[in-house]
């Protein structure tokens, strides 16, 4: 009975310290990752900034017209029509398809159908 | 039996011992329980160390999300000149990497002070080439600058933050009570190498992120008018100018362009001349554009009509002892002729017809004289004298966009009242703030300051300003597929040396909507001092045209004529 109480005193003091050295140990380890955090994010911060640099509007102007030599569409080579979802009644079960009518614009090309 | 001497032995042993166990008891006894307090302070002053932290500064973003400002952490290099040995070796390293000259880096290093900055907010390429340079007494350590990645775009509206992440101009300097980064003090838990270990508690104890301002502005459509302005202003070798684009039905500007431009990301040096926002801080005599708000004021209150006639007086007419020209001899003709042929004589004759309370009364309704209370720092109300000060000729001068001072934005935002129907709006250039986990702070929604004029004027005069264009002096406004209303106008401005009206120097502008039946954009164009030719409708319409052309296309407005083009069927293009 003694012996026993012994041992569980022991090992009670021995769980507390372990507990106290996990404490510390993971400290570190959360600071590292902090630091690792920061690291990050301000990777993810230069990126951004280029990104957004290279992305600018002046650049791709620049790019489109000077690198690749494009033009920007001459009037009546871009046409925009009012989008209606479904085709009037009278082109069905005549055989007729409408028009595929593609938008120049980033959105995906749409057709109606 | 143990013999009685080893017995003794043992005692002294044991006794020593035990003394030894009295000391460290009495000196645990003594630090534990007597000295406890004082050095639970003292031990904490050495573990804990409390340091402010500014939390970054939120960015910029334009309508869709694109970045237009951001803060990012860049290195600053400093030196500890007491701990360096060999200062011109150190100089000849960092010499390479910093693009300075090793002289200038010497020089600084073998300063009699604890602490030098080498130099400051570098290049983060350059940073990491430092880091692989290990240097005794030389440190690195991330300070937060401000990024512009678009250059030039939008500086005007954008302003700029000073060296401490302050804003200076502009949004910046508006929003920056959302912007700037939280200021906390975090206190650190250190070991006994100086190491940061996990603080007493678990909070988070990261000062926040400022908040995120996304705005009315689209990036593409600022570009638009940035580059049509610009090259407006080279080929007309022009002072100067400004393009302002607005949503009518809510006042959101959609792009805001004063032209020559300036690089917030380089703006030591740059005079405040450069950078203030001279849409909204500088007032101009408009001339004819004024011309709409005096026709929409007579047909409010119907002294005149469309096709009520008026004489032009050949062209020339005497108004308190000083003569009225116009810019071609005009006999009878229509009301709507007097603003589609922008007649000076007409358009005079009109506000005498109104007279000069109700014509006053009618120019502040617009919003003329007082501020538009758009969310950009330093606008002005601009100058519209009270009719007691005025003198005999004022009524004519103001007829004709003369003796009153407007700002573009006053201009363009009462002709989006026109547009949209009746509903003078408050402008604005902030839609949304959010925090850094993306929820909303604030929410801004269209804001009506009142409704001048009556749905029914609206119609009548928006089918005249659409003759402007048509068949009137704005015909360069004109873009194909699309009604366009609008207005030119040609100011003279006042020569500063002799205090009168300059011959050769003048404001050319145009302002109008697109489409007039159902308006998406208002745009006001103002060349300031044009070298090549004077008129609004050759300067200014032009670029009115290209603005509006490119924006509509770019929002997928579509055509309301039909499409000449043959489209071809599915069936068509199969055919051999």
């Not at chain 1, 595929?100 to 980033?106: F, S």
């Not at chain 2, 554009?289 to 002294?303: D, G, H, N, Q, R």
């Not at chain 2, 547009?419 to 702070?441: C, F, Q, Y």
Request: include cysteine.
């Amino acid at each position: 009975m003694k012996t026993l109480t012994v041992i569980a005193a022991m090992a009670l003091l021995l769980l507390y310290v372990w507990e106290r050295v996990e404490i510390v140990r993971i400290g570190y380890q959360v600071e590292r990752l902090k630091i690792k955090k920061v690291a990050l994010e301000r990777e993810r911060d230069e990126l951004q900034v280029k990104l957004s640099a290279l992305t600018s509007p002046e650049r791709i102007a620049r790019v489109a017209t000077g690198k690749l030599g494009l033009v920007p569409p001459e009037r009546g080579q871009v046409i925009l029509v009012n989008i209606k979802p479904e085709a009037p009644a009278s082109y069905r079960g005549r055989g007729l398809t409408m028009p595929e009518v593609k938008l120049a614009r980033n959105d995906p090309m749409w057709k109606v159908p | 039996m143990v013999a009685a001497p080893r017995r003794g032995r043992c005692i002294v042993v044991a006794l020593v011992l035990l003394a030894g166990f009295v000391v460290v008891l009495f000196r645990l006894f003594n630090l534990q329980i007597l000295q406890a307090a004082e050095l639970t302070v003292k031990a904490d002053r050495q573990h804990r160390k409390a340091i402010s932290v500014q939390g970054p500064r939120g960015s910029i973003f334009d309508r869709n999300g694109k970045v237009l400002a951001i803060n990012m952490d860049v290195p600053s290099v400093f030196g500890v000149p007491a701990s360096l040995d060999d200062p011109s070796g150190v100089a000849r390293h960092l010499s390479p990497v910093l693009h300075v000259r090793a002289g200038e880096i010497e020089r600084k290093l073998k300063q009699e002070r604890s602490f030098v900055w080498i130099a400051r907010k570098l290049d983060p390429e350059q940073g990491r080439r430092l880091e692989h340079m290990p240097l005794e007494g030389i440190g690195v350590v991330m300070e937060g600058q401000r990024f512009y990645p678009k250059g030039p775009l939008l500086s005007h509206v954008l302003g700029f933050a000073g060296m401490d992440s302050q804003g200076l101009e502009g949004i910046e300097r508006r929003y920056d009570p959302y912007l700037r980064g939280e200021k906390q003090m975090v206190v650190l838990q250190r070991d006994a190498l100086g190491r940061t270990v996990f603080p007493k508690g678990l909070h988070d104890q990261t000062p926040s992120t400022g908040h995120n301002v996304i705005l009315t502005i689209d990036e593409v459509i600022q570009y638009i008018a940035e580059k049509e302005l610009e090259e407006a202003v080279t080929a007309t070798r022009a002072k100067g100018g400004i393009v302002i684009v607005m949503e009518p039905r809510t006042g959101a500007i959609l792009a805001m362009a004063v032209n020559p431009r300036f690089d917030p990301n380089a703006v030591q040096g740059i005079s405040a001349d450069r950078w203030r926002n001279r849409a909204l801080t500088d007032t101009y005599e408009p001339g004819s554009t004024m011309k709409i708000f005096v026709a929409a004021a007579a047909l409010e209150e119907k002294v005149m009509e469309p096709s009520t006639l008026v004489y032009g007086e050949n062209g020339h007419m005497v108004v308190a002892k000083t003569v009225i020209h116009d810019h071609e001899r005009m006999g009878w003709m229509t009301f709507a002729q007097v603003v589609q042929r922008s007649s000076n004589i007409g358009s005079v004759k009109t506000a005498t017809a109104l007279g000069e309370e109700r014509l006053y009364r009618w120019l502040r309704a617009f919003g003329f004289g007082e501020r538009t209370e758009i969310d950009l720092p330093g606008e002005v109300a601009g100058l519209v004298k009270e009719p007691r000060d005025w003198g005999r000729r004022s009524l004519a001068s103001i007829a004709i966009g003369q003796e009153i001072g407007v700002t573009p934005l006053q201009l363009v935002t009462a002709v989006a009242a026109i547009a949209n129907g009746g509903w003078l709006m408050k402008p604005h250039t902030v839609s949304e703030i959010r925090d850094e986990k993306g929820r909303v702070v604030v929410h801004v929604s269209p804001q009506v300051r009142r409704q001048p004029i009556s749905p029914e004027s609206v119609r009548t005069l928006s089918k005249i300003l659409e003759g402007v264009v048509t068949h009137g002096t704005g015909s360069k406004a004109a873009v194909p597929g699309y009604r366009v209303a609008g207005k030119t106008g040609t100011a003279q401005k006042i020569d500063p040396r002799t205090g009168a009206y300059s011959s050769n120097l003048s404001v050319g502008s145009f302002v109008g909507y697109v489409p007039a039946e159902d308006p998406r954009l208002a745009v006001v164009v103002v060349i300031d001092e044009p070298q090549t030719e004077a008129w609004g409708g050759v300067v200014a319409a032009p670029v009115f045209r290209r603005v509006a052309e490119q924006a509509l296309q770019y929002l997928g407005v579509s055509s309301q004529e039909p499409v000449k083009l043959a489209m071809t069927s599915r069936s068509e293009m199969a055919r051999p």
